[in-house]
């Protein structure tokens, strides 16, 4: 096909509006909208997009919006969108492709993240959880952990290990699991907070087909970098205004509770306010080269930057509080009480609360010692680590 | 919104003063200078002119090369990461704030020219309404007293003073040649300061009241944001020396660059340079455009690009060990060019209480 103006774009979301029905399930309102081509239009013509720039998307989605149409609330689908959907289209075959992407994008199957093992964190490469061939299918074993949504998930991405006598970057297989197959079981991981965002899942003697691997087998690495190259790539697109995030909470509390107030106190916080304003107006930078064309690396620096200042802050913030900082309220209990909150909201949330999810910002998506080995390594050149494991066999790695 | 990044006349710009410094200003020669009656260097200063930064921000018309402050903040990076002894900052930049502010054309024509050098006879690390505060008398045309720890005096055709009676403040304009200048050790070699006196100086006024308050109060935000970007190339160029130092300097066998203990506090280095050319960007883009922001983003600027410069240059030091604590390696020369920069404009502090104020967070 030609490509398509913005005009004929913006005729197609119309026609698409036209037929919205209120009184019907969003869900069918959801799957017209990805067998238009509305749903990613960078993707290609059949599979949710008509094969357009990625930026054409914001003609869609402010059109839709406009119009109050229901979305696919991507916050909860937020690994489906993010991870597992690149890695289907790039890795996938035609098959896999319509059999996952449409009910994927449209919420109806919500897909969560199979990769980290409690032996393999950091060194996700080191990963132990075993797939061994049996007919036309693999009998996997093993404990994943850090699962958000797996206890909604319909389909998980699963990295395993298929050859453990090569090297560990080498002996990997990278299926979609069916999490409601015999075998996989799902327990809550109660963390810091007290609540539990995350799952430990364990899998014993579960059957997947091999029609549900995704790339070669031993090639699941290669399939995983995609997923992890994603991870990162989306950045929202306006800049937040100045004091948004947990800066704000601080903020707020300062201007609307004098007594609080005291000279030394005044200076930290104003430390902070630079820092989070600085940090504002580098992600803000980083847009205008990206929008420019010209991406740089500081995406590493805004990941470390993050963690640093919200645990600076809702640190402080607990100080400034003084005597009210020993309490910690829930958001709906009054208590520990374990939750199971779809999405992380630091805002509204007790300060102690917004203390101790922080101290997952510098652990989840790459821990900040790692990325400080990125940034060293990759943008300023310096030597690599000495790597003892290189050319060892998986089986044969002390752990 | 508010452009961030450099434009292609900037970039243009930075390798042309790149290259010209390169050519003309080592380290090791602003060192051996440093010691010497002639800390500056008036060939390179000359050659800067050559290429119009003697009159960057000075209108076309009166022989300027008609830019704004953010290509002066470009030339400004790439000064700072040479530490090249030129009288910039005082001349190009503050001076011809005040005198913008002032509207004393003559005067710009003239260092638009590179027939004078100007600078501001006061101590920059006091704040603007205390600029001329003690110390002076002006009588009639004539000024006698004395102004202590003034930058780029050595070089000065011209100097700018400011001098204030009760309330009244005038800023007037003394020749070099009716002055008392005497030397003293800085701590910045690279931009030492001097005690002026005057003995019944016959001066030029240069602008009185308001106008006088408003062209001091323009050479301390111009002034406040062009620092930032010197110190932003100042930081950039002792992460750039340090980076390539531990990959050639081998210790147990293996590059110091593969230690994690070193690579993780480059990795540092990198982050806050990376913020300080965001915020540095901002400040020098809302000044030229009169953004109704601006003093904020200048007091953000000097309150995050301070302590960053500083931090950058002790990094400097400490990652090159030994050689870095030596005379002979230039480390010190950007150690003491970032802290002395620290203190000028007010200090990170001053910025942060100043920026309370201004952003409704108020200390009491």
Known sequence: MTAMGEDDLLARVRDLIAVFDPTADPLHFLRARFDAGLAWVHFPVGLGGLDLPRTMQSVVDSELGAAGVPDNNPRRIGIGLGMAAPTILTHGTDEQRRRWLRALWTGDEVWCQLFSEPGAGSDLAALGTRAVRDGDGWVVNGQKVWTS?????????????????????QGMTYF????????????????????????EVFLTDVHVPDSDRLGDVGNGWRVAQTTLMNERVAIGGGTAPREAGVISAVAAAWRDRPELRSASKHD???????????????TMRLRQQLAAGVPGPEGSAAKLAFAHLNQEVSGFELELLGAEGLRYDTWSTGSWTTERPVVVDFLGRSAGYRYLRAKGNSIEGGTSEILHNIVAERVLGLPGDIRVDKDVPWKDLPR | MTDLLYTDVEEHLRSSVRDLISKRSTSAEALKRAETDEPYDPALWQALAGLGVAGLAIDEPLGGAGASWREVAVVAEELG???APTPFLGSAVVATAAAQAAGDTDLLARMASGEII????????????????AGLALTGT???????????????????????????????AVAAADTHRSDVASLDLTRPVSDLAFD?????????????QRAITNAWLVGSAILASEQLGLAQQCLDMTVDYVKSRYQFGRPIGSFQALKHRLADVWVSVTHARAVARYAVACVTDGDADATVSVSLAQAYCSPMAVTAAEECVQLHGGIGFTWE???????????ADSLLFGTAATHRARLGGLVGLPPQ
């Open chain 1, 149 to 169: 949504m797996a206890h909604e998930a319909r389909w998980g991405i699963l990295v395993t290990r298929t050859d453990p006598d090569v090297p560990k970057h």
């Open chain 1, 176 to 199: 979609a699991l069916d999490m409601t197959s015999p075998g996989v079981e799902v327990r809550p991981l109660r963390q810091i907070t007290g609540e539990a965002e995350f799952n």
């Open chain 1, 268 to 282: 930290e916080l104003m430390r902070l306010w630079v820092h989070a304003e600085a940090m504002r107006l580098m």
């Open chain 2, 81 to 83: 990461r040479s530490v």
């Open chain 2, 118 to 133: 100007v600078t501001l006879a006061a101590s920059l690390a006091g704040t603007p309404h205390a600029a001329g505060a």
């Open chain 2, 142 to 172: 004539t000024l006698t007293g004395s102004v202590t720890n003034v930058i780029d005096a050595i070089t000065a055709d011209v100097l700018l003073v400011p001098v204030r009676d009760g309330d009244a403040v005038s800023l007037v």
């Open chain 2, 200 to 212: 019944n100086a016959p001066v030029t006024i240069v602008a009185e009241g308001d106008a006088a």
């Open chain 2, 329 to 339: 390696h230039p480390a010190h020369l950007y150690l003491k060019r970032a802290k």
